[in-house]
């Protein structure tokens, strides 16, 4: 995930995909989600998204398209340098995608 920017409309019924990949090999591929119990988003001041708090505000499929649906749980305004946590049986305390270096910039109108 480099230097994205992603829009939410929250007075829409539309929704946001967003697909996280992993370049641990060297080469970004989708992610393998399959295994992810609980996904986080959020920014270097808040969290905006949590699965385990708001399961209806966000979900994923198996190889990591995030689909991020408008809500009233996030405030208007532009957060940056904002990133996803993924957490698993195997990973208990999470996988990052985004933060400070890879230019996550998320938008709430």
């Known amino acids: 995930m480099a230097n994205v ?3 939410i409309y929250k007075d829409t019924s539309g929704t946001n995909d967003i697909q996280l990949q992993d370049d ?3 080469v970004f591929s989708n992610s393998d989600s399959s295994g992810w ?3 986080v988003l959020s920014s270097p001041t808040a969290v905006l998204l949590d699965s ?3 399961p209806e505000a966000i979900e ?3 190889a990591g398209l995030v689909t991020l649906k408008p809500v009233s749980l996030i ?3 532009i957060y940056k ?3 996803f946590i993924a957490y698993s049986p195997n990973y208990q305390d999470g996988v990052v995608y985004g933060g400070a270096t890879n230019g996550l910039t998320i938008k709430v109108l």
């Open 5 to 7: 920017t992603e829009y």
């Open 24 to 26: 641990s090999s060297g």
């Open 37 to 39: 119990t609980r996904l």
């Open 52 to 54: 385990s708090v708001n």
């Open 60 to 62: 994923w499929d198996s």
């Open 75 to 77: 405030e208007y305004g």
């Open 81 to 83: 340098n904002c990133k």
